[in-house]
Each structure stands twice: as C-alpha cells, then as structure tokens.
C-alpha cells in the first residue's frame, strides 16, 4: 500500500509501461507471424512471448502491491534489455524499432521498481578492461 505520492506515480508508471510493454511485444509477435517470406528465428519468438508474460506479471504483481513485485519487476527489466536488444537488430523495420524503444522504456521503469542495481555482464566488464590497456 504506496504512501508516498512519488512512489504512487512511479508505480503507476512502471505499470503503464510494463502494459505497454506486453501489447507492442504481442503485436510485434503476430508482425512476425504474418510477415511472409521472412525467417524469424524462435529464439526471437520466444523472447518476445517471454517478455509479454513477465511485463504482464510485473503490471499484475504491481497493482496487487504483492511483496514480490521486486522480483517480477528484475526479471523483466532482464527480459526487456534482451527484447530490446534483439528487436534492434532489425535497424530498417519500424515496427521493431518501435518495440525495441518500449522494451528499454520499461526496462528502465522496471530496474528502478525491483530496487537492483545494473549488472554488467562478465564479458562487457573484462572488454572495457582490455580497452583500457
């Protein structure tokens, strides 16, 4: 039960872009789907889907004000950066374009809510490291 305005408006917000969120990665699903003649790989597919039912989870967990929104909320900004990440590869279609700048759009609003700290991957850590040297 939210007591501060801020965090009200910041949990109505992170709910509004996880919703958001999970109807541009469904439509950018079923864009893939109908797209004839174009290969879409299943892992795309799946991360689209996955991320669709975390931001939903997250928005549904937020609403209820459960203990475990925090959680929900780390997976998708996981989920989101992945989404985003993938759906950037595809530089020239505007509907991934489009679906790539509301995935990071929520991932922001979801690290914020779960609380966490960015993490780094080992592989970036150690490339900055050696450009250093």
Known sequence: MPTHPMQDSDITKCINNCLNCARSCLETFHYCLEEKGTAFSGKHLSLLQFCVDACRMSAQLLI??????????????????????????????????????????????????SGMTVRVPREEIEKRASARM
């Open 64 to 113: 209820a004000e459960s203990p475990f929104h925090n959680q929900a909320c780390e997976l998708s900004f996981e989920l989101c950066q992945a989404c985003a990440i993938e759906c950037e590869r595809y530089e020239y279609d505007e509907v991934f374009q489009q679906c790539a700048a509301v995935c990071r759009r929520c991932a922001e609003s979801c690290r914020a809510m």
